[in-house]
């Protein structure tokens, strides 16, 4: 039972378009979230994350809009660039797990020149 | 430089044979952690450690034991290692327990057991 899904597994985008990310939760005590990016044989890396109060957060070329009703969040990148093509992470934690983090299977990003 | 090592990055064994990954971290981070990524299933935690000789399960704790003896180094012993322990392992660490939603993660180690 996945309590964090992203339902797609690769999404191709062309460079210099937006790449959006997408990902589902079913767990409602979650009260944050995050982006982790990762490049082959190298670990995830912190991209952008997002608290329960906010419905979205901005850090460059990358935002996160949460939308708790409907318990989607989703990760834009505008514009995409060649560098970001990479396998995308979408996790979820709350203070009442000892924030312990629950990921989604990811979504690999591949970025068309 | 900031970092979390892990050793080694490659293993091949065969089942039952016990095996150590090492992890180890320069950032006095009091937090560190293991996971497995297997794919389709994204990272999974195994174990924890809040910080020096406190240690609890993940979510997928069985066949693997963990020690925190200094608080920079998390090895990760996997006493009779199966098959299904096929994976590739990362070893994270943050600040604080507080702070264990952003985490800074090793390279990964890639472990076949045949």
């Known amino acids: 039972d996945q309590q964090v899904k992203q339902n797609s597994p690769s999404l191709s985008v062309q460079e210099g378009r937006i790449s959006i990310l997408n990902c589902d939760y079913t767990n409602s005590m979650f009260d944050y979230f995050l982006w982790y990016k990762k490049y082959p044989a190298e670990g995830p890396t912190f991209l952008i994350s997002?608290?329960?109060i906010k419905d979205k957060n901005e850090d460059g070329r990358f935002t996160v809009f949460l939308n708790k009703s409907a318990k989607h969040l989703s990760l834009h990148i505008v514009p995409s660039q060649p560098g970001d093509s990479a396998v995308y992470f979408c996790?979820?934690?709350?203070?009442?797990?000892?924030?312990?983090?629950?990921w989604g299977a990811g979504t690999k990003l591949i970025i068309k020149p | 430089e900031a970092q979390v090592t892990q050793n080694p990055r490659y293993l091949i064994t065969v089942t039952g044979k016990k095996l150590t990954v090492t992890c180890s971290q320069n950032m006095n981070h009091e937090y560190m952690s293991w996971y497995r990524q297997d794919p389709g299933l994204g990272l999974r935690q195994i174990y924890y450690s809040m910080n020096v000789e406190v240690t609890d399960k993940g979510d997928v704790p069985e066949g693997y034991k963990v020690s925190r003896k200094e608080k920079r180094n998390f090895p990760l012993i996997l006493e009779s290692p199966s098959p299904n322990q096929t994976s590739l392992y990362f070893c994270?660490?943050?600040?604080?327990?507080?702070?264990?939603?952003?985490?800074?993660f090793g390279p990964g180690t890639r472990l076949t057991v045949l």
């Open positions: 994270a660490s943050s600040i604080a327990w507080s702070s264990a939603d952003t985490q800074y």
């Open positions: 996790a979820a934690s709350s203070r009442d797990s000892n924030y312990q983090l629950i």
């Open positions: 997002i608290s329960s």
